[in-house]
């Protein structure tokens, strides 16, 4: 398939795919946390079995895995896998969700029908202006739109269609595998590596064009609960300890003008509070953590101790515990003993005429996940921008470049086996 005969098809699936309600939630004591995720998982299947991939199937815990057989008959390519995750975010509904496709973008406003005040700006979106003429798809301005992950999926599934197509392009044997709850940090949490059968992987989630991620944030999750004492107001002078001033005090001596997601970028790590469950016996406050180098973690985590310590100290009856929880690690760490796993990637965009970008993530992948656990797997653009909000945006030209790096991707393994 010619280079951007793939824009309509993989267009095409992508608006199907994110009319389903995929949102993940934590909390809800169930893998995969919602079940909207199977029902376009089970989907997937169906259309990867019709494409032609008679092993598609989906397992208990929701994870869906195929192969492409190799076409180059050469035992020595490795087996390499391609994975994006089905779920969005639970910051942003992702129920009916109404894409909208603003063809051959002129450079102007995008205004979002359903609530004027979402607007799309180049002033603000400076890569917007990048995609004139392109196919710029939003939502309509209640909802997420779902490119994180859906543009991935649709690619991946573009590029089976394409590399079953065309039997003469040389590859390897492929796998493909579509997760549940990666926003929830549990996307990996079921996922069986030796069954994947992969040596090699990469996730389809990132952002502009180009974009090939091989370093991650560290991160920890760190819960700070203060213990406080109950008691009739009437009747509390001298006996009560309330747990939520206590946390507002420890809250308020966080640092206004640094270490947080507000106020740092490039390679600078975060302590962030995201969610509190206050009471006046007993208040948590967790938080997320985040360093590109893993020691740091233990530095900012002790450094929280610290300070919720000095809170409590002096007041009769107050308590504070910790309770820390490794959510993932650079995979960096990893990627560095392959650095062949990267070099394919950044070779197959350079023979498309394609600038590889190359940052750290401020955030995470499953990548970073799987890396530690055998299975070494950089990150790739998939177009998506904007994710985790009503302004989300996706470019279809850019999504189908993703399809042309995956095809040329396995290529580029087969020729250097």
């Given at each position: 398939m010619m280079r951007g005969m793939t824009v309509r098809p993989v267009l095409d699936r992508f608006l199907r795919y994110v009319t389903f309600d995929t949102q993940s939630r934590e909390g809800t004591g169930t893998y995969p946390s919602t079940p909207g995720q199977l029902v376009l998982l089970q989907a997937l299947v169906d259309e990867l079995q019709a494409l032609g991939l008679a092993d598609a199937a989906m397992d208990a815990h929701g994870y869906v895995m195929a192969t492409i057989p190799a076409t180059s008959g050469r035992a020595e390519v490795p087996v390499i896998g391609f994975i994006a995750h089905v779920d969005t975010s639970p910051e942003m509904s992702g129920a009916g969700v109404r894409p909208i496709v603003h063809a051959a973008y002129d450079g102007r406003d995008l205004v979002l029908p359903d609530d004027p005040t979402a607007v799309l700006r180049v002033a603000d979106l400076p890569y917007l202006g990048e995609c004139l003429g392109h196919d710029i798809v939003t939502a309509s301005g209640t909802t997420l739109l779902g490119a994180d992950n859906k543009s991935g999926v649709a690619a991946i599934v573009t590029a089976v269609d394409v590399l079953l197509a065309n039997p003469a392009i040389p590859h390897g044997p492929i796998r493909i595998a579509f997760?549940?709850?990666?926003?929830?940090?549990?996307?990996?949490?079921?996922?069986?590596v030796a069954r994947?059968?992969?040596?090699?992987?990469y996730t389809i989630d990132g952002g502009r064009r180009g974009e090939l991620e091989f370093e991650s944030f560290s991160a920890d999750a760190l819960t700070v609960t203060f213990r406080g004492f109950n008691t009739h107001p009437g009747y509390a002078k001298g006996r009560m300890v309330n747990a939520i001033k206590l946390a507002a005090r420890f809250i308020d001596r966080l640092p206004p003008d640094r270490l947080s997601p507000e106020t740092t970028e490039g390679r600078d790590g975060f302590v962030h509070p995201y969610v509190m469950q206050a009471a006046v016996d007993r208040t948590s406050v967790r938080f997320i953590l985040r360093d590109f180098d893993s020691a740091g973690?233990?530095?900012k985590a002790a450094w929280l101790r610290t300070l919720a310590e000095d809170v409590v100290a002096g007041v009769a009856g107050a308590g504070v515990e910790f309770e820390v929880e490794e959510q993932y690690r650079n995979m960096r760490e990893v990627l560095d003993d392959h650095p062949r796993v990267v070099e394919c990637a950044r070779v197959a965009m350079t023979r498309l005429g394609i600038a590889p970008i190359e940052r750290p993530i401020r955030g995470g992948t499953d990548g970073s996940r799987l890396s530690f656990m055998g299975l070494p797997t950089p990150n790739v653009f998939a177009g998506e921008q904007n994710f985790h909000s009503r302004l989300e945006w996706v470019s279809a030209q850019d999504m189908s470049c993703a399809v042309d790096?995956?095809?040329?991707?396995?290529?580029?393994?087969?020729?250097?086996?």
């Amino acid at each position: 398939m010619m280079r951007g005969m793939t824009v309509r098809p993989v267009l095409d699936r992508f608006l199907r795919y994110v009319t389903f309600d995929t949102q993940s939630r934590e909390g809800t004591g169930t893998y995969p946390s919602t079940p909207g995720q199977l029902v376009l998982l089970q989907a997937l299947v169906d259309e990867l079995q019709a494409l032609g991939l008679a092993d598609a199937a989906m397992d208990a815990h929701g994870y869906v895995m195929a192969t492409i057989p190799a076409t180059s008959g050469r035992a020595e390519v490795p087996v390499i896998g391609f994975i994006a995750h089905v779920d969005t975010s639970p910051e942003m509904s992702g129920a009916g969700v109404r894409p909208i496709v603003h063809a051959a973008y002129d450079g102007r406003d995008l205004v979002l029908p359903d609530d004027p005040t979402a607007v799309l700006r180049v002033a603000d979106l400076p890569y917007l202006g990048e995609c004139l003429g392109h196919d710029i798809v939003t939502a309509s301005g209640t909802t997420l739109l779902g490119a994180d992950n859906k543009s991935g999926v649709a690619a991946i599934v573009t590029a089976v269609d394409v590399l079953l197509a065309n039997p003469a392009i040389p590859h390897g044997p492929i796998r493909i595998a579509f997760t549940p709850d990666e926003e929830i940090g549990h996307g990996t949490t079921y996922f069986d590596v030796a069954r994947f059968g992969a040596q090699y992987a990469y996730t389809i989630d990132g952002g502009r064009r180009g974009e090939l991620e091989f370093e991650s944030f560290s991160a920890d999750a760190l819960t700070v609960t203060f213990r406080g004492f109950n008691t009739h107001p009437g009747y509390a002078k001298g006996r009560m300890v309330n747990a939520i001033k206590l946390a507002a005090r420890f809250i308020d001596r966080l640092p206004p003008d640094r270490l947080s997601p507000e106020t740092t970028e490039g390679r600078d790590g975060f302590v962030h509070p995201y969610v509190m469950q206050a009471a006046v016996d007993r208040t948590s406050v967790r938080f997320i953590l985040r360093d590109f180098d893993s020691a740091g973690l233990a530095a900012k985590a002790a450094w929280l101790r610290t300070l919720a310590e000095d809170v409590v100290a002096g007041v009769a009856g107050a308590g504070v515990e910790f309770e820390v929880e490794e959510q993932y690690r650079n995979m960096r760490e990893v990627l560095d003993d392959h650095p062949r796993v990267v070099e394919c990637a950044r070779v197959a965009m350079t023979r498309l005429g394609i600038a590889p970008i190359e940052r750290p993530i401020r955030g995470g992948t499953d990548g970073s996940r799987l890396s530690f656990m055998g299975l070494p797997t950089p990150n790739v653009f998939a177009g998506e921008q904007n994710f985790h909000s009503r302004l989300e945006w996706v470019s279809a030209q850019d999504m189908s470049c993703a399809v042309d790096v995956i095809v040329e991707i396995a290529k580029v393994w087969d020729e250097t086996a």
